[in-house]
């Protein structure tokens, strides 16, 4: 196990002190440990490849190596920064990588970060980043060299980090709630409202999670679901390709997180969607799944942002007071709808994880 602050110490040393990076949950303590920080000096971005740029950014602007921090399956999503722009052959800007490494052989772990897990190293090999795997204060030594290395080099250097490795905070405690409204009340009434056979696709994080309990708490038949296991940011464009051809209403579940890690496909969805588009923003202004990190969603404005991307109309639910009759208005008004829902934190303590992702799939099909 290591300390987080030991890690800190030993970026620290190396005049590394700016963190950038996407919540990951084998990294929470890690953000845990930077929330105090001055705010310029650790930026939540809402993409890897955003995260990889504000980096490079730094770095030309200070000559010092940021720090970024991501979970293996946000390493794609940082690909094309990586490649295109602060690799060696390009413009040789020497960065340091943190990765949370899900689906690592060594850990038993769901069928999406098995896939990304199993190629994670040969990735980074693939475009020369040399990378340590820390699993004790001795690995740091090695990680030292390489930092030395990149700095003179102007390479870009990694660490993988398992589940585990990083050592637990006990003093610090998760951010209380930003919203009240209970999830899984507001997500119970939801499936109480819907028809029989009404097609769910719903982000990755909790909410598929929470879906799946509930639906099975409740005994509800009456939804054919696709969840999100991954992809994250994308479960709005996989339901707006889906209801193009389709006349059923489709109902998206999409969280804060997922919506601003890619915002402008909300924007497409405003353009092509049909009416039978029902998009739900589950927002709790954070990555609840994750640690809890915030999103800065609070402050967005969804009325204008919908509406100004081509929704028609706009509603809001932020209590239990006329649930039932808001829910209804929402789901069956004949207009191109985007519904923000301000919820609490989950509170379910065992949520189930989807694993038979072929029978899913199949199901939501037919
Ligand atoms: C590309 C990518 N980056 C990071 C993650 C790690 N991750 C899983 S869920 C999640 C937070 C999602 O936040 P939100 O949509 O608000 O849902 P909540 O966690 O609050 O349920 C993150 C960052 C991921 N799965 N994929």
Redesign the pocket.
Known sequence: MIKVTTLINLLKKNGIDFYTG????ILKELSFSLQSKNKKKHIIAT??GSAVSIGIGHYLSTKKLPAIY??N??L??ALNPLISIAHKKVYSIPLILIIGWRGSPRIKDEPQHNVKGKITKQILKLLNIKYTVLRSTSDLNKFHKQIKVAKKDKSIVACLIEQGTLEKNKKIKAKKNFYNLDKEFFLKNLLKNIKNQTKIIS?????SRELMYIKDKYKFKNSKDFYMV?G??HTSSVALGYSLFNKKKIICI??????I?HLGSIKTAGTFANKNFKYILLN?N?????GGQS?YTNNIDFEKLSKSLGFKKFHSIKSKKNLNQNIKKFLYEKNLGFLEVQVS??KIKKLPRPTDLIKIKNEFMS
Do not use: A, F
């Not at 954070?286 to 994750?290: E, G, I, K, P």
């Open positions: 996407v919540p990951d949950s993409n890897e991501m979970q399956s946000g794609s999503n982000s990755t994080g909790y909410n991954g994250m940011g999409d969280g804060d997180g997922s919506l890690m709790n954070t990555h609840d799944s994750v999103t934190k989950s």
